[in-house]
């Protein structure tokens, strides 16, 4: 059974910095994209960054190039997004996702709803 676990979400201050992880099991690490998705109230779920299965190439959504980092470690099946410079507008629900039929990292993040495997999320708030 696939399962994704988020952490780290929380208040923090514009300018400050988060990381978020994502713990996942049920699937072998190296066949499974996986990516973080945001939604605000009111808002349709986004793609924030997408990462390969092995070759760690990622996508970014344009909102967040420069700031936010996406990585992998295969070994300990966890998945982080570094978030540095926050904004409010950084505020929403944060979503680790995985999926093993998709094969390239713009497409998982631009079309979430091809997504198989979702986690719970976690809240994260950027007071101003």
């Known amino acids: 059974q696939v399962q994704l676990v988020e952490s780290g979400g929380g208040l923090v201050q514009s300018g400050g910095s988060l990381r978020l992880s994502c713990e996942f099991s049920?699937?072998?690490?190296?066949?499974?994209?996986i990516g973080w998705f945001r939604q605000a109230p009111g808002k349709k779920r986004e793609g924030v960054s997408c990462?390969?299965?092995?070759?760690?190439?990622?996508s970014h959504a344009d909102s967040v190039k420069g700031r936010f980092t996406i990585s992998r470690d295969n070994v300990k099946n966890t998945v982080y997004l570094q978030m540095s410079n926050l904004k409010p507008e950084d505020s929403g629900v944060y979503y680790c996702?995985?999926?093993?039929?998709?094969?390239?990292?713009?497409?998982?993040?631009?079309?979430?709803?091809?997504?198989?495997?979702w986690g719970r999320g976690t809240q994260v708030t950027v007071s101003s």
């Open positions: 996702a995985a999926d093993g039929g998709i094969t390239t990292v713009q497409a998982m993040c631009e079309f979430p709803v091809l997504i198989a495997h």
């Open positions: 049920g699937f072998t690490a190296d066949r499974y994209f």
């Open positions: 990462i390969s299965n092995t070759d760690g190439t990622t």
